[in-house]
T-cell receptor, first 116, second 109 residues
C-alpha cells in the first residue's frame, strides 16, 4: 500500500515552453502532498506544500508564478514549470502524507526534466 | 527553521563491516525523525523512523535511536552487504521533510 506515482518519468522540453508533472496517490487519499527538487548528487529541497482545495504554500526562494501547483483532488497534485529555462533542469519528486499519523511521507519515483 | 546535518561521505566499506552514519538535528519542538534510502536509479524509500525521544527505529538490520539529549539520530548496521550500497538521507518532519545532504555508501565484496 501507500504507492505514489509520477508522470512523466522523463521529459525534455524547449526553453520558453511549459511542462506539467502529475503526482498521484494510487491507493490512499492524500490531503497534503509535497514537491521537492533534487540537484545532481545533492539532497532534496522542499519546494512547496500542496493541500487539496487550497493554494499551495511555497518555501522561501521558490517562485510561485514559475512553479504552479494545483491539488485538485485527494489523489492528484500537479506541478507546472512555466516558461522553462535550462536552469530549471532537475529531478522533481513529489510525496504524499497518508494522514494516519507519524508524519510519514511516501515518495514518487521522480521526474527528470531537461530543458534545452 | 528546523534542519538536519548529516555526515556527507562518501563512505566505502568492505562487506560485513560496521556502519555508522552520523545525523544531528536542530528543531524548536520534537519532530519525527527518519532515514530514507535511495538505491541507484530508484526513488526514495523509507528505511526507518522514530517519532519521540528514546524511540529506536529498525529495519533490514539498520537501527537508529532518537536521542534528545544529543539531538542525534545516527544510523548503524552491524554488518553491511554489497546490496546496501545506496545513498542514505536523514530527515525530520517540519511541514514537509527537511533532508540532510545525503551519504553515499559503497560496500565492496
Amino acid at each position: 500500500g501507500a504507492v505514489v506515482s509520477q508522470h512523466p518519468s522523463r521529459v525534455i522540453c524547449k526553453s520558453g515552453t511549459s511542462v506539467k508533472i502529475e503526482c498521484r496517490s494510487l491507493d490512499f487519499q492524500a490531503t497534503t502532498m509535497f514537491w521537492y527538487r533534487q540537484f545532481p548528487k545533492k539532497s532534496l529541497m522542499l519546494m512547496a506544500t500542496s493541500n487539496e482545495g487550497s493554494k499551495a504554500t511555497y518555501e522561501q526562494g521558490v517562485e510561485k508564478d514559475k512553479f504552479l501547483i494545483n491539488h485538485a483532488s485527494l489523489t492528484l497534485s500537479t506541478l507546472t514549470v512555466t516558461s522553462a529555462h535550462p536552469e530549471d533542469s532537475s529531478f522533481y519528486i513529489c510525496s504524499a502524507e497518508t494522514g494516519t499519523g507519524g508524519y510519514e511521507q511516501y515518495f514518487g519515483p521522480g521526474t527528470r526534466l531537461t530543458v534545452t | 527553521g528546523d534542519s538536519v546535518t548529516q555526515m556527507e561521505g562518501p563512505v566505502t566499506l568492505s562487506e560485513e563491516a560496521f556502519l555508522t552514519i552520523n545525523c544531528t538535528y536542530t528543531a524548536t519542538g520534537y519532530p519525527s525523525l527518519f532515514w530514507y534510502v535511495q538505491y541507484p536509479g530508484e526513488g526514495l524509500q523509507l528505511l526507518l523512523k522514530a517519532t519521540k525521544a528514546d524511540d529506536k527505529g529498525s529495519n533490514k538490520g539498520f537501527e537508529a535511536t532518537y536521542r534528545k539529549e544529543t539531538t542525534s539520530f545516527h544510523l548503524e548496521k552491524g554488518s553491511v552487504q554489497v546490496s546496501d550500497s545506496a545513498v542514505y538521507f536523514c530527515a525530520l518532519s517540519d511541514l514537509g521533510m527537511r533532508f540532510g545532504a545525503g551519504t553515499r555508501l559503497t560496500v565492496k565484496p
